[in-house]
């Protein structure tokens, strides 16, 4: 069974920095896309960004500047960095994998079960 478990979170103050690390376990082939998405208090989830196993990205148009994803595929694992934090930006952060194969069974696409960001002013 594949799962994917994120960290990094917390409270911050405006103007720091996070990391929020996600880990894919289990017994992996391999994992084409992984992508971080947000959810706001009373806003429905929204995409930040991605990476493909080739190390392509794409972000969306608000995380252009202050976000960095980046990923190692040897350890299954995906990173975003959010610079200049502000408020606006408190949220829980979720992981998902698309496209994973493992040893047993093949995965269309996975959750995480979030990482809580709280940014004051």
């Known amino acids: 069974q594949v799962q994917l478990v994120e960290s990094g979170g917390g409270l911050a103050q405006a103007g720091e920095s996070l990391r929020l690390t996600c880990v894919a376990s289990?017994?992996?082939?391999?994992?084409?896309?992984m992508r971080w998405h947000r959810q706001a208090p009373g806003k429905q989830r929204e995409f930040v960004a991605g990476?493909?196993?080739?190390?392509?990205?794409v972000y969306a148009n608000f995380a252009k500047g202050r976000f960095t994803i980046s990923r190692d595929n040897a350890k299954h694992t995906v990173w975003l960095q959010i610079d200049n934090l502000n408020p606006e930006d408190t949220a829980d952060y979720y992981c998902?994998?698309?496209?994973?194969?493992?040893?047993?069974?093949?995965?269309?696409?996975?959750w995480g079960q979030g990482t809580l960001v709280t940014v004051s002013s």
């Open positions: 998902s994998a698309v496209d994973v194969r493992s040893e047993r069974e093949d995965y269309r696409l996975l």
């Open positions: 289990g017994k992996i082939v391999s994992i084409e896309s």
């Open positions: 990476i493909t196993d080739g190390g392509s990205t």
